[in-house]
């Protein structure tokens, strides 16, 4: 059964502080994975989808790498609007239609 | 705006009863996926259709059914409610079902259940 597991749960960052989130992941057929950010009271927000090790994608001050077990999103001098919960996810094989396969996310709080 | 949309925004319902949850996916997008999001579970997989048939399964209730309509729209139907179904649902929706495409979600339908 595919598994995603994201940690920490939750992180508190000053502005300016740069900082990781991690993923880590057991499915069989990966056909890629996704970074959401969601904010409260609203649906997530697709940011990168990385689709085999060694993979690297960046936006603004974020960026997603991708390893055979594990994916991290590094946030280079975060400011407080990139507060939100960010979720993992991974997409398998056809059985599954193609559904994302969500991890519970991380909650990140920064402050000014 | 993500161009999906939801319908209503929040409904509030009695243990027992029924309700149906709406969406309309982005135009030109055929699948439709709805997700059931607590804060003990996370956002769940329930079911996808793809252009009217249903395609995969996921940790749906026998009391849950969904179908995808001729014109794309998609409804959830919860029945006999409980206290537990309280939730967040999500519709997304996506070009095919050809794999790696990113979903794009809705903004949800908080169901409360008293």
């Known amino acids: 059964e595919d598994q995603v597991t994201q940690s920490p749960e939750a992180l508190r960052l000053q502005e300016g502080e740069s900082s990781s989130l991690n993923c880590s992941y057991t499915?069989?057929?990966?056909?890629?994975l996704f970074w959401y950010r969601q904010d409260p009271g609203k649906g997530p927000e697709f940011l990168f989808t990385?689709?085999?090790a060694g993979e690297e994608k960046e936006k603004e001050r974020l960026k997603a790498t991708l390893t055979k077990k594990e994916s991290f999103l590094h946030i280079t001098a975060p400011k407080p609007e990139d507060s939100a919960t960010y979720l993992c996810?991974?997409?398998?094989?056809?059985?599954?239609?193609?559904?994302?396969?969500f991890g519970k996310g991380t909650s990140l709080l920064v402050t000014p | 705006d993500s161009g999906v949309t939801q319908t209503p925004k929040h409904l509030i319902t009695a243990t027992g009863q029924r309700v149906t949850l709406r969406c309309s996916p982005r135009?030109?997008?055929?699948?439709v996926y709805w997700y059931q999001q607590s804060l003990d579970q996370g956002l769940q997989f329930l079911i996808q259709?793809?252009?009217?048939?249903?395609?995969a399964k996921g940790n749906i209730l026998e009391r849950f059914s969904a179908q995808q309509f001729p014109d794309l729209h998609s409804e959830l139907n919860l029945s006999s409610l409980e206290l537990g179904d309280s939730a967040l649902y999500f519709c997304?929706?996506?070009?095919?079902?050809?794999?790696?495409?990113?979903?794009?979600f809705g903004s949800g339908t908080q169901l409360s259940v008293l």
């Open positions: 997304a929706s996506s070009v095919g079902t050809a794999g790696d495409e990113k979903l794009f």
């Open positions: 499915v069989s057929g990966l056909r890629g």
């Open positions: 990385l689709y085999s």
């Open positions: 996810a991974v997409q398998a094989g056809s059985n599954s239609g193609y559904a994302l396969n």
């Open positions: 135009s030109g997008d055929l699948s």
């Open positions: 259709y793809y252009n009217g048939e249903e395609r």
